[in-house]
Nanobody
Framework: QVQLVESGGGLVQAGGSLTLSCAVS????????MGWFRQAPGNEREFVAA????????EYADSVKGRFTISRDDAENTEYLQMNSLKAADTAVYYC?????????????????????WGQGTQVTVSS
């Protein structure tokens, strides 16, 4: 079965940077559109960023645009989220997600329903 495992979360000061990784096993990441979502305590899971197959297009939530960068390394079966200028409001559990149904020309999706595989999450805590 396809498994996604996030890593790289931790504690960082406001204004700092952190990079998250999502390793895919049981499948080939080049076949998937990929995304990142986050969930803070008491809140719904929300969209953060997404990237199409072949990295031809990206999409970002307004709250992170200009600060976060999503990327993928298909040779390493890994997706990344580089987070810069972190704020206390970025504190959440971050989840990577894969859309196994995406075609090579599909655009990235901000919808939770657009993904069929999810990681277990990694905690990011930003101190103010």
């Amino acid at each position: 079965q396809v498994q996604l495992v996030e890593s790289g979360g931790g504690l960082v000061q406001a204004g700092g940077s952190l990079t998250l990784s999502c390793a895919v096993s049981g499948g080939t990441i080049s076949s998937y559109a990929m995304g990142w979502f986050r969930q803070a305590p008491g809140n719904e899971r929300e969209f953060v960023a997404a990237i199409s197959r072949r990295a031809s297009a990206t999409e970002y939530a307004d709250s992170v645009k200009g600060r976060f960068t999503i990327s993928r390394d298909d040779a390493e079966n890994t997706e990344y989220l580089q987070m810069n200028s972190l704020k206390a409001a970025d504190t959440a559990v971050y989840y990577c997600a894969a859309d196994s149904r995406a075609s090579w020309y599909s655009g990235p999706s901000p919808s939770i329903g657009g993904y069929d595989y999810w990681g277990q999450g990694t905690q990011v805590t930003v101190s103010s």
